[in-house]
């Protein structure tokens, strides 16, 4: 075979794989929005359950889902980003550290089941948090530290060594350094980890089906002690629990759920992107 | 004749097992351009890295003897390395300025160090800019891109962002490495400009540079520092059979 045969279908494989990744993710989208747009009203979105979860709609499962996203980036952001900060920075290169980051990784390929279990012995029985919105946004938190420390270090070690030179080199401290100068070119890498992790906090359901998740509760939260419905857990009660439920609210529900995930993923990238805009090197 | 303003005595260095300055004993007068010379691998650029202590920055370093900074050892254990290194600054090989604005690079230091309200931004802009001949082509675009500018306009940047924390001495580690040859001249300009008020200790390559800019000038060769003396006397009658032969292109 000839090279410039053999270039034409390396192209071809290279994009045919590129279109297998992306259809199903297309296909599943189309289907979701064909199948749930009928069902998508402003009462649906705007008020809570009734009738058994068979009619009215889903904004405690909506608010739900934004508590959980919330609270976990409050635990998950500074620990993780702290963590990263102190492997990448300070601490050194030797057999503890190589450990530890060895551990990171591993905790990533976790199944989520096992920190929903976690969760429920630690957070909900062991702090006596109970069941509550809590309880379940530190399981989340925990489920999404190892990415958002990885992806951390990896962009704190993309910030060009010479940008730390000079900035000790003008008598400025190792702290000083790494807050004006290394984090502020490491956080475009820093919520791409973010971004991932909103939206696995918005989408999992096996963390929180045992430390926060309401089967039916048609009222709103009042504090972090409550616990709530989400979106996931919500989706699953009516696809599999409840019967007599249209389809076609089931897929109104996942809409949203892809909805909720969407947005708070396209208005991180317009953030990063407006940082990145800002700095380049 | 003036008080050294950099002193070392008996300075060793090494990077784990390998030696890389070997009992170096040097004194540097003030206000002047001392040039350090030498070929590839020889410690020049470490020697110069020992004074700020930026050494410190690498792993497996080890340092034995003293270095004098206005009469203080800088490797003394009570030093406060970073008021040390405000008063000892470094300009590197590579033109590095902050992806920031050309205002925001020169406010990086007196805002670390508190004194931009001292000084007001608007003077600090036109003294530091003004020092490295940068004011009048950039005053009306402080707001845009470091990167935007040319290396030469770079490198002199980097000095003001330098000069902006008001230091005594300036290391230069081959500052004009990354320049062509007109850019070099008028760096080298800009240094005799800059001896009037700081003391400035250049590592380069290029001997003719040291020539052209030294008052005083030291040879070094696998880590020791081999003859230090007036440059001109160096040039022309060096006392040492090894500087001889380098300077005259034996090897190097």
């Known amino acids: ?36 747009v009928g069902a998508i009203t402003w009462e649906f979105i705007s008020t809570a359950p009734r009738d058994g979860m068979r009619a009215g709609g889903i904004l405690p499962a909506i608010v739900g889902t934004f508590c959980l996203m919330i609270g976990a980036m409050l635990f998950a952001v500074p620990l993780g980003v702290f963590s990263a900060i102190y492997l990448n920075e300070y601490a050194g290169d030797n057999l503890l550290t190589r450990l530890i980051r060895l551990a990171i990784i591993n905790l990533a390929g976790v199944p989520s089941v096992v920190y929903g279990l976690f969760g429920l012995g630690v957070f909900v029985m062991f702090f006596k948090f109970g069941t509550s919105i809590l309880a379940g946004a530190m399981t989340l938190s925990i489920m999404n530290l190892p990415v958002i420390i990885t992806a951390s270090r990896e962009a704190l070690s993309n910030v060009p060594q010479s940008f730390r030179e000079v900035s000790l080199s003008l008598g400025a401290t190792r702290w000083q350094t790494i807050r004006h100068v290394v984090l502020p070119n490491a956080l475009p890498g820093i919520l791409t980890g973010i971004i991932l992790e909103v939206g696995r906090a918005g989408g999992e359901t096996a963390p929180i089906l045992f430390t ?70 | 004749m003036d008080q050294p303003i950099v002193q070392t005595r008996g300075l060793n260095l090494y990077y784990g097992d390998f030696q890389a300055l070997k009992d170096i004993n040097l004194s540097i007068k003030p206000r002047q351009i001392t040039a350090l010379i030498g070929p ?18 690498i792993a497996g370093v080890r340092v034995e003897g003293e270095v004098f900074i206005g009469g203080e050892n800088i490797y003394a254990p009570d030093m406060d390395i970073v008021a040390m290194r405000k008063r000892v600054g470094m ?28 000084e007001g931004l608007d003077n600090l802009l036109e003294r530091t800019l003004q020092a490295v001949m940068l004011w009048d082509t950039l005053k009306d675009r402080l707001n845009q891109s470091a990167l935007s500018l040319s290396l030469e306009q770079r490198q002199r940047l980097c000095i003001a962002r330098l000069l902006a924390v008001m230091p005594d001495v300036l290391l230069m580690d081959e500052p004009c490495s990354a320049l062509d040859p007109a850019a070099t001249q008028r760096i080298e300009e800009l240094l005799h400009e800059l001896k009037a008020q700081y003391t400035i200790i250049i590592v380069t390559h290029n001997m003719q540079q040291a020539a052209r800019v030294s008052a005083e000038c030291g040879f070094m060769l696998l880590g020791e520092l081999v003859e230090f003396s007036e440059t001109g006397q160096m040039f022309t009658n060096p006392t040492d059979q090894r500087t001889e032969d380098y300077i005259s292109g034996r090897y190097g």
């Not at chain 1, 071809?12 to 297309?26: F, N, R, S, Y």
């Open chain 1, 1 to 36: 075979m000839n090279a410039q045969r053999s270039e034409k279908l390396t192209f071809a494989l290279l994009l045919a794989a590129t279109i297998i990744v992306v259809l199903p993710v297309l296909v599943i989208i189309g289907i979701v929005i064909k199948n749930g």
């Open chain 1, 212 to 281: 926060v998740a309401a089967f039916s509760l048609p009222f709103l939260p009042h504090s972090v002690f409550d616990q709530c419905m989400a979106l996931p857990t919500h989706l699953y009660a009516i696809s599999t629990q409840v019967p007599n439920i249209g389809l076609d609210v089931r897929y109104a529900t996942a809409m949203v759920l892809l909805a909720v995930v969407l947005i708070v993923n396209f208005f991180s990238i317009m953030l990063r992107m407006r940082l990145r805009r800002r700095r380049q090197w």
């Open chain 2, 40 to 57: 590839s691998g020889c410690g020049k650029s470490t020697l110069l890295r020992a004074i700020n202590r930026m050494n410190d920055l």
């Open chain 2, 91 to 118: 300009v590197f090989q590579r033109p590095n300025p902050f992806p920031l604005s050309i205002k925001e690079n020169i406010t990086f230091g007196p805002i670390i160090h508190n004194t931009l309200k001292q």
